[in-house]
């Protein structure tokens, strides 16, 4: 509402417009004792945008029109979360808790709170905004982070001189530390809440309730705790439950903010991720975690332990690389409201003090008596008799039996140890990084240096002349066909990564805690591996992974465990219609792009004697690309290139033999592919309409311009789509434009989610089509200044050097897997804006997007929600109910709907009920275009 116009701005969308062409944009976000809001813009409009931002705090208008717009947002956000576990989660815990504790409250937003009962209680919504902005929006309450390149002195006096204004009532921040605990005795240590979930998962979180941990910033006595407890090497309790089966990955601790953390108290969580097997063995779960903390307790905290952890720490943040403007002052502006003047910067961050009493009282507290059980599963669902009243979670709260408290407190009491020497003390991590040396670096290198050319592969260096941090990264790309040659390969292929990943977590984990990471992935080109961290440690992490790659061991219960989650990773995603929106998009434009459906059916055929057998052929032929960048010598590159190929060597794959993926061409018109929410109980739809722009025979020249106007054509149309569809006609919480790049070839995408009753599909197409038939007229009267100052900003965003070691590593890395080789594609994009024009911008539109164009290609993909109120026992994935999907397909664009799509005389409309319908008898744009010499100077 504050950003819905002042008394010197009153346009409800001022500000976002300003911001928009000027190369901006704008947030803000509500937490449990926070809100936060920040823009970011061009320096050269700093000081225009930043007295319209600081009119919302001195003289917000808070129009009533405005309120009742804004509600039916709030109220989409909160149909989006209805469907999110999480989400549901955090309600039920406001749900049971005690009801003078301000966690009792629903944190949330919607209709029937909003307007509903505020009507029937004779309250106007806007008078109470107004009086809740004048007593709790006080400049005594506020604090402001300003980031810019003007001097600190000039800083200053623009934040004196624009928020001077702010009326101030001089109180101080609210505090809850006066208000009851969470939960009643009642529910600790007695309780197991049972959840019904959306999503088929299986979970279990163990909840206990800590004194506010805000005051121990500079101990963090809980993150010592949370390090041990979570740590996931041999003798863990991840170790322990992986072996058994019975879970895939184990959490634990504090995130220092939301539900969480406040000045009230502080939860401490474990949540394990179960396997069916672990469901079933609950108690033994509970029993190991209970074991460890009690050896914890038995140990007493170890000094050389948190020393690690604080070295680590330093490490980490004076290595750090230089973050996005946007998250600095949203961060430092949050701290500090938390912490003192001197830790703005280190008070989430750093460990500055050993505190081995309060490590003892946590862990004191952490016992079977102080915990609540939390098991979410689908397996639930028959004893869930409750309903959360808001979510409509189905839950049930049984008591734990006296034979099972008691076995704990002796647990507790280190009366038993049911796994004896199974579960260990962390061992000392010999990954910490201690050479901290720069190599001689060279200033002003071009790109890469092609160090390696052979038939077996290419290995690329570029050494860091800007950051000047001892670390680097290492890219290694296996170019193979046999990964997705068809759909079975393909989930092989994933289903491979994932027991890799599996085997590798427990030699790779001191990594991740010291700094580096390491994800191996799959891709339509084959398997993919990035390495990060610091650079004296590398090559050891590397060789660890290699190692494994070498020799993949495919046992059964890593097999049974990774195609368990494998399945309901692919369920769940059929239940997100944002997401299968983008899949089902994606399927229709690329040749090779295998559905999740497509999915799950090869996956049920997948044996582990197979995956065994593939593991030991998908990598006997390939050819290997490999980027090192960073604090690496060319020297140093080399032998990483030498025992990439070493250690897992392959014969050489023929270029012919490399897999390409083609783009479809779209046929004119509107093709239209319909499918229901695969969750019954969802009312979510979501909409995704596609407009190719690239043309069969464009040269990389020309590849390169419409690229370029889709990203123009973006900035000038992102917000007024956002007045248009989401503030003026309340469409939906989520309204997007974006010019969009698959295998080279360039698109534009305009997404909407909404809710089924509210809007159909076909309504929100139309409507969709209505504003892009506006836009035209927008275009051909558009202000060439305000073009020039649009353009000008987007330029000089491609300028701007990017900010991380590992941004630039992935920009040089695209260039070498697309083969374009265009390592000065930023200047060479922005030099391409410095000459264009807006006729060009308008030429494109009126092709391709405006819908009365003869020759405009459009696919529009309906996720159609579910208007009615189905519980979610009704969901149903493809392979539970296939033939009811497919009838709802056709149903869905049935008689008449062809005549209320063609709303604007559009040239044809298509309708399909199947992809590989769609893609019958298409041609193709090759993924392969002229990589070209001379494109810089075609350009």
Not at 393 to 418: A, C, F, S
Not at 576 to 601: H, M, N, V
Request: negative net charge; charged residues 20%; hydrophobic residues 35%.
């Amino acid at each position: 509402m504050l950003f819905m116009g002042s008394k010197e701005y009153p346009l409800d969308n001022d500000f976002d417009s300003f911001l928009s062409k000027h190369g901006g944009s704008s947030n803000a976000h509500t937490d449990f004792e926070q809100t936060c809001f920040v823009f970011e813009v061009k320096r050269s409009h700093l000081r225009p945008s930043l007295h319209r931002f600081a009119q919302f705090f001195c003289t917000p208008l808070m129009k009533a029109e405005s309120a009742q717009r804004e509600m039916q947002a709030v109220d989409s956000e909160f149909q989006s979360s209805t469907q999110l576990d999480g989400e549901r989660f955090i309600q039920l815990l406001s749900h049971l808790a005690a009801k003078d504790n301000p966690l009792s409250n629903f944190p949330w937003g919607n209709l029937e709170t909003l307007d509903v009962r505020p009507k029937t209680e004779g309250v106007a919504v806007d008078q109470f905004l107004r009086s809740f902005w004048e007593n709790e929006y006080s400049a005594s309450r506020m604090t402001l982070c300003l980031l810019g390149k003007e001097s600190l002195d000039e800083l200053e006096t623009m934040a004196r001189e624009f928020f001077a204004g702010v009326p101030s009532n001089g109180a101080g921040p609210k505090s809850f530390t006066e208000s009851p605990p969470p939960f009643g005795v009642g529910l600790l240590g007695t309780s197991r809440v049972l959840i019904t979930p959306v999503q088929k998962r299986h979970e279990l979180v163990l909840l206990w309730v800590l004194p506010p941990q805000l005051p121990k910033y500079r101990q963090k006595p809980s993150a010592y705790v949370a390090d041990t407890l979570g740590h996931e090497g041999p003798g863990s309790v991840l170790s322990l439950l992986k072996a058994r089966g019975w879970a895939t990955a184990l959490g634990a601790g504090n995130s220092g903010s939301g539900y969480e953390s406040c000045s009230n108290y502080s939860f401490f969580q474990v949540e394990v991720t179960l396997t069916e097997a672990g469901v079933g063995h609950v108690d033994e779960i509970i029993e190991a975690v209970l074991s460890y903390l009690g050896m914890l307790r038995r140990l007493g905290p170890q000094d050389w332990f948190f020393k690690e952890c604080q070295t680590i720490a330093e490490n980490n943040f004076r290595f750090q690389s230089e973050p996005e403007p946007y998250d600095f002052v949203e961060s430092v502006s949050c701290n500090m409201q938390l912490y003192d003047p001197a830790d703005l910067l280190t008070g989430d961050t750093l460990l500055m003090e050993y505190d081995s009493d309060g490590i003892t009282a946590i862990l004191g507290t952490m016992v079977s008596s102080a915990m609540i059980e939390f098991v979410t599963s689908p397996s639930c669902e028959s004893v869930c008799t409750e309903t959360e009243p808001w979510f409509e979670t189905r839950y049930v709260i049984q008591t734990v039996d006296e034979p099972t408290r008691q076995r704990r407190l002796r647990i507790d009491n280190g009366q038993e140890h049911p796994f004896g020497d199974a579960l260990r003390f962390p061992p000392k991590n010999d990954l910490i990084a201690s050479n901290f040396d720069l190599i001689e670096h060279l200033s002003g290198t071009q790109g890469p240096e092609l160090l390696q050319q052979t038939p077996f592969g290419n290995t690329w260096h570029q050494p860091d002349s800007r950051f000047l941090l001892p670390r680097g990264d290492i890219l290694v790309q296996w170019i193979t066909p046999v990964a997705s040659e068809s759909a079975l390969h393909s989930v092989m292929a994933s289903l491979l990564v994932m027991v890799l990943e599996l085997n590798m977590n427990e030699v790779t984990y001191n990594a991740a805690v010291a700094g580096m990471s390491q994800n191996l992935s799959c891709n339509s080109r084959g398997l993919s591996l990035h390495v990060t961290g610091y650079s004296e440690k590398l090559p050891v992490l590397l060789e660890m992974i290699l190692e494994h790659l070498r020799t993949p061991e495919v046992t059964a219960g890593a097999f049974d465990m990774c195609k368990e989650k494998y399945v309901l990773k692919l369920q769940n995603f059929l239940r997100k219609p944002d997401r299968l929106a983008r899949s089902i998009r994606l399927q229709l434009l690329e040749r090779c792009c295998w559905s999740p459906e497509d999915k799950l059916t090869a996956l049920k055929t997948v044996t582990l004697e197979s995956l065994q057998a593939f593991s030991s052929h998908i990598l006997s032929r390939a050819f290997v690309d490999c980027l090192v960048h960073g604090n690496v010598s060319a020297e140093g590159s080399e032998q990483i290139g030498a025992m990439i190929r070493s250690k897992l060597p392959a014969l050489p794959l023929p270029k012919g033999l490399h897999p390409s993926n083609a783009v479809c061409i779209v046929p004119v018109g509107t093709s239209v592919l319909a499918r229901p929410n695969y969750n019954t109980s969802d009312p979510n739809t979501a909409v995704e309409c596609y407009f190719q722009i690239s043309q069969e025979g464009d040269s990389a020249a020309e590849s390169l311009r419409v690229k370029v106007i889709a990203e123009v054509l973006e900035t000038l149309m992102d917000e007024p789509l956002f007045q248009c569809l989401r503030t003026e006609q309340q469409l939906g919480y989520d309204v997007s434009c974006s010019s969009r790049l698959t295998h080279g070839k360039s698109g534009f995408m305009v997404f909407v989610q909404t809710q089924a009753h509210k809007f159909s599909a076909q309504d929100v197409n139309q409507r969709i089509d209505a504003f892009l038939h506006n836009f035209a007229e927008v275009l051909q009267n558009y202000d060439k200044d305000v073009f020039r100052g649009a353009v000008d900003a987007l330029a000089a965003d491609k300028r701007q050097p990017t900010l991380s070691m590992g941004s630039e590593s992935y920009r040089l890395w695209y260039e070498i897997g697309d083969r374009a080789f265009l390592f000065q594609r930023p200047t060479i994009e922005a030099d391409l804006l410095d000459r264009m024009s807006l006729d060009e911008v308008r030429k494109v539109y009126m092709a391709c997007l405006a819908p009365t164009s003869p020759t405009r290609r459009k696919i529009a993909v309906f996720v159609q929600g579910h208007a009615d109120n189905a519980t979610q026992s009704d969901t149903k994935t493809p392979e539970e109910d296939h033939g009811h999907k497919q009838e709802q397909d056709t149903d869905m664009m049935g008689e008449g709907q062809e005549r209320n799509l063609d709303r604007f005389d559009a040239p044809l409309v298509h309708c399909f009920n199947s992809v590989p319908t769609f893609r019958s008898d298409l041609a193709y744009l090759p993924a392969e275009h002229d990589r070209l010499a001379k494109v810089m100077t075609e350009c």
